[in-house]
Each structure stands twice: as structure tokens, then as C-alpha cells.
Nanobody, 116 residues
Framework: QVQLVESGGGLVQAGGSLRLSCTAS????????MGWYRHAPGKQRELVAS??????YYSDSVKGRFTISRDNAKNTVYLQMNSLKPEDTAVYYC???????????WGQGTQVTVSS
């Protein structure tokens, strides 16, 4: 059974920081591209950042403020979020995807709220 368990969300003031974690089980973690998506009310789901074995991606809205990293020994992916803005408020979801198969797994989401 595949599980992705997120943690680290919460309420923070603008300019503050949060660190999200997502620990996976039931998958060969190192073979999956790990991503963080967010979904804010009234908006489309957005890919915030992703990380493979060699490369990472950031959306323009978070570039320079967020850092994605992974620890394959711990089956965990992190999202360090600095200089948070009210527009970063959303539910953040962890995703695991394997490009050569149909693997596409999601966590339950963690709420991030940034107050102005």
C-alpha cells in the first residue's frame, strides 16, 4: 500500500518560513520524481516544485524563495518555504510520479496559511 504523509503546514505571518515534509512508503522512492503542488480556493492546482535524481523545477511564483530537496535514505522530500506571501496560502500536496510507469500517488494535503 502506497502512502505519502505530509507534515509541516500551519499558520505563519508574511515574510516567515515553513518547512514541509513528505514521507513515502510502499514505493521505490529513489525511482520517483517527487513534487509539491498547491491548490488555493478558486484557483487551479499548481505545480510548485519537483525534484528528480539530477534536476529540480520551480514555478516562477516561488523561484528564489522555495527550495525542494530529498533524502532518499529517509524516503522523504522537503519543501523549505521562505519569504512567504499571503498568495502562498493553499493546501499543499505531495506527489510521487514514475515516468516509465503509471505511478502517480498523492498525499492527503497540508494547509499553509500566510497572514498579511
Amino acid at each position: 500500500q502506497v502512502q505519502l504523509v505530509e507534515s509541516g503546514g500551519g499558520l505563519v505571518q508574511a515574510g516567515g518560513s515553513l518547512r514541509l515534509s513528505c514521507t513515502a512508503s510502499g514505493i521505490i522512492f529513489g525511482l520517483h520524481v517527487m513534487g509539491w503542488y498547491r491548490h488555493a480556493p478558486g484557483k487551479q492546482r499548481e505545480l510548485v516544485a519537483s525534484i528528480g535524481s539530477l534536476t529540480s523545477y520551480y514555478s516562477d511564483s516561488v523561484k528564489g524563495r522555495f527550495t525542494i530537496s530529498r533524502d532518499n535514505a529517509k524516503n522523504t522530500v522537503y519543501l523549505q518555504m521562505n519569504s512567504l506571501k499571503p498568495e502562498d496560502t493553499a493546501v499543499y500536496y505531495c506527489n510521487a510520479r514514475r515516468l516509465t510507469t503509471d505511478d502517480d500517488y498523492w498525499g492527503q494535503g497540508t494547509q499553509v496559511t500566510v497572514s498579511s
